[in-house]
C-alpha cells in the first residue's frame, strides 16, 4: 500500500527556536497533503491544506505565521514551527492524498516536545 | 461542516466480536474511512468505503453503511488483544479531499 513517511519522529526544542518536519508521500504523487495536530487523548485537528505549487489553507484559529507550510514537490510537504512554545508540544500528523482514489494515508507523526 | 460522531469506550473479551459506531451529518459524504491508532503511532487506514456501497468486508472487518440514516460501522470479529486501539471514522467530500474526524473510540480487549 501507499507509504507516506514523517521526519524526524520525534524532536526536542528549546522555546523561541524554530522546528521543521518533513512529509514525504514515497511510492505515490501527492498534489494535495494535510497537515494535522493531535492533543493528547484527543482527536484530530486539522491545520491546513497544502497543496503543490501554491500556498497553503489554513483552518480558522491556525497561524499561518507561526506554521510555515511548503509542499515544493508532489512527494514532499514540509511543516515549519517557527519561535516555538511550549503550548506547541503536540503530535503533528500529515497525511497524502492519493490522486487516483482520493485516500488519504498518514504519516507516523513527529512528537515535538518544546522546553 | 461535516460532523462525525462516535462513542468513546468500547470493552470486548478476547474472542469476542466488536462493533465501533459512528454517524455523521454531511449526506455529500463520499468516502468514509476507518483508522487504527495505537499507542504513540501515526495513524493506519483499515478500510475505507465508498457511499454508493452498503458493506464491505476485509478478512476479520466488516464496514457497514446506512446513508439513510448517515450511521457507518466497524465489526471486527475474533477481537484479539493486538485489536486494543483508538478507532477514528472520517467522512471526506469528494471534491474536498480533507476528512473530518469523530474524537475515536477507545477499544479494551480483556483476556
Known amino acids: 500500500g501507499a507509504v507516506v513517511s514523517q521526519h524526524p519522529s520525534r524532536v526536542i526544542c528549546k522555546s523561541g527556536t524554530s522546528v521543521k518536519i518533513e512529509c514525504r508521500s514515497l511510492d505515490f504523487q501527492a498534489t494535495t497533503m494535510f497537515w494535522y495536530r493531535q492533543f493528547p487523548k484527543q482527536s484530530l485537528m486539522l491545520m491546513a491544506t497544502?497543496?503543490?505549487?501554491?500556498?497553503?489553507?489554513?483552518e480558522q484559529g491556525v497561524e499561518k505565521d507561526k506554521f510555515l507550510i511548503n509542499h515544493a514537490s508532489l512527494t514532499l510537504s514540509t511543516l515549519t514551527v517557527t519561535s516555538a512554545h511550549p503550548e506547541d508540544s503536540s503530535f503533528y500528523i500529515c497525511?497524502?492524498?492519493?490522486?487516483?482514489?482520493?485516500?488519504?494515508?498518514f504519516g507516523p507523526g513527529t512528537r515535538l516536545t518544546v522546553l | 461542516g461535516e460532523d462525525v460522531e462516535q462513542s468513546l469506550f468500547l470493552s470486548v473479551r478476547e474472542g469476542d466480536s466488536s462493533v465501533i459506531n459512528c454517524t455523521y451529518t454531511d449526506s455529500s459524504s463520499t468516502y468514509l474511512y476507518w483508522y487504527k491508532q495505537e499507542p504513540g503511532a501515526g495513524l493506519q487506514l483499515l478500510t475505507y468505503i465508498f457511499s454508493n456501497m452498503d458493506m464491505k468486508q476485509d478478512q476479520r472487518l466488516t464496514v457497514l453503511l446506512n446513508k439513510k440514516d448517515k450511521h457507518l460501522s466497524l465489526r471486527i470479529a475474533d477481537t484479539q488483544t493486538g485489536d486494543s486501539a483508538i478507532y477514528f471514522c472520517?467522512?471526506?467530500?469528494?471534491?474536498?479531499?480533507?476528512?473530518?474526524f469523530g474524537d475515536g473510540t477507545t477499544l479494551t480487549v480483556k483476556p
Open positions: 472520517a467522512g471526506a467530500g469528494a471534491n474536498a479531499g480533507k476528512s473530518t
Open positions: 497525511s497524502a492524498r492519493e490522486q487516483n482514489t482520493d485516500t488519504q494515508y
Open positions: 497544502s497543496n503543490e505549487g501554491s500556498k497553503a489553507t489554513y
